[in-house]
């Protein structure tokens, strides 16, 4: 696989640039947050405010921590085209909720509580996550094994996925096919709140070691040499973005090429390679993506098909337009 380095563009370039369009992205989320609870609201705000506010939580705590997380992966992995989901963190959701429902039936979520559901899938996907990346914390290890081990672990939840998903019963098995997708709309307001706090903490970690995350943009040799402890640090920041990942999966469901598209984008926007303008660019970007793309889907399409359909087609694209590029250098 061609590894291609999270670009830093020009040092000469002037910092106020970035920093301006740093606030055009902001603006242009609160816009597109303002114009989703404004539109067919009436003129009575609050009532729409209080009807959609669930959603638009969801997908700014979703969107904010995809974001941040894949710029940090990609960082520590010196590779554009890899997301955290690479690791097999989607398939292991896909596998803990069939296995739930194959167990306990489609009432699982009923009988665990909201509460109880969230945890389990949060907390082994977690688990599953701090396994893998003992891989690259161990001396000599490369990204390409971390890749092929997310690859085979991730085939095989989806091969035991396939295979109880063909003993249940018809129920069960549409109820199970429509929580693979990723939506926005039976998000209990109650999940909000933990999963909030776990994605401000991990993004206060993360801005705390921007600079330190500047500096392994170097590569391992350079940032060791100015006093990273890079086995330390690859180690926080992969757990910081397993927690990150696995609190918007277990929100919502699974949205693989959310983060690669606008980590991407954010790199193309930036005017420097700082962390203090990709990180939260490319939040912005994908708080603005949801939000925006759900409202053009249910005020336009009248929600024909899910957003996470589309941004996976789109995010897909990318990553072939990624791959092709790499290999053409």
Do not use: C
């Not at 085209?81 to 167990?103: E, R």
């Not at 933990?194 to 600079?211: D, I, N, Q, Y």
């Amino acid at each position: 696989m061609t590894a291609l380095a999270t670009p830093g563009t020009t040092a000469t370039a002037p910092r106020w640039t970035s920093r301006r369009r740093l606030l055009l992205l902001a603006a242009l989320a609160l816009a597109s947050i303002i114009a989703f609870l404004a539109i067919g609201s009436g003129g009575d705000l609050a009532f729409t405010a209080q009807l959609r506010g669930t959603k638009v939580a969801t997908m700014v705590l979703v969107g904010w921590a995809t974001g941040v997380s894949t710029v940090a992966f990609h960082t520590i992995t010196n590779n554009r085209i890899l997301t955290p989901s690479v690791m097999g963190l989607d398939a292991l959701y896909a596998f803990l909720v069939t296995l739930l429902a194959f167990v306990l039936g489609v009432t699982f979520t009923g009988q665990l509580g909201p509460y109880g559901s969230f945890a389990i899938t949060l907390v082994l996907m977690v688990v599953f996550g701090l396994g893998l990346t003992s891989v690259l914390t161990r001396k000599g290890s490369q990204v390409h094994l971390l890749v092929l081990i997310g690859i085979v672990l991730g085939t095989l939840l989806r091969s035991l996925s396939s295979l109880l998903t063909r003993m249940m019963d018809p129920t069960t098995f549409l109820v199970v096919q429509g929580n693979l997708f990723a939506s926005f709309n039976a998000v209990q307001p109650m999940l909000l709140l933990p999963a909030g706090v776990l994605t401000v903490a991990g993004s206060w970690w993360l801005w705390h070691r921007r600079h330190e995350l500047d500096v392994m943009r170097l590569g391992p040799d350079h940032a060791t040499s100015l006093g990273v402890d890079w086995t330390r640090m690859v180690r926080e920041v992969l757990l910081v973005a397993v927690v990150l990942v696995s609190v918007s999966t277990a929100l919502v469901g699974p949205i693989t090429f959310l983060g690669l598209l606008v980590a991407n984008i954010a790199y193309e926007v930036t005017t420097t390679g700082r962390h203090s303008h990709t990180m939260p660019m490319a939040g912005l970007i994908a708080i603005t993506t949801l939000v925006g793309g759900q409202a053009v889907l249910e005020q336009v399409f009248g929600l024909a098909t899910l957003l996470s359909v589309i941004i996976e087609f789109g995010g897909g694209l990318v990553f072939i337009w990624l791959v092709l590029r790499g290999s053409r250098k």
